[in-house]
């Protein structure tokens, strides 16, 4: 599957966003999927996932509340609403998918977008 990251910008403190991650070759339905994201300087940290029927979310504790994921099967694509935006959420949100379920790390992912910055200003 091949996934592309879209979405990201610059926005206010306060402001909301929605990622899309757009997949294509195979079905998300097939998939995990998961948000990341990156920061200068920093590791790369698990955001949020949705499981491949769509059913279970989970979040990082730093996002409860404030961002849904989602996917869309008619067209294929998933979702990261991130609303009340805080500076300390600017970074590069890169999409991620893998066949067996989810795992907030990383390294256990096989399929990656390309990354969209968001940006937060205060």
């Known amino acids: 599957v091949q996934l592309q990251a879209s979405g990201g910008g610059l926005v206010q403190a306060g402001g909301s966003l929605r990622l899309s991650c757009a997949a294509s070759g195979r079905t998300l339905s097939s998939y995990a999927m998961s948000w990341f994201r990156q920061a200068p300087g920093k590791e790369r940290e698990f955001v949020a996932a949705?499981?491949?029927?769509?059913?279970?979310?989970y979040y990082a504790d730093s996002v409860k509340g404030r961002f849904t994921i989602s996917k869309d099967k008619a067209v294929n694509t998933g979702y990261l609403q991130m609303n009340s935006l805080k500076p300390e959420d600017t970074a590069v949100y890169y999409c991620a998918a893998r066949s067996n379920p989810y795992t907030p790390r990383p390294v256990d992912y096989d399929y990656w977008g390309q990354g969209t910055l968001v940006t937060v200003s205060s």
């Open positions: 949705i499981n491949r029927s769509g059913v279970s979310t």
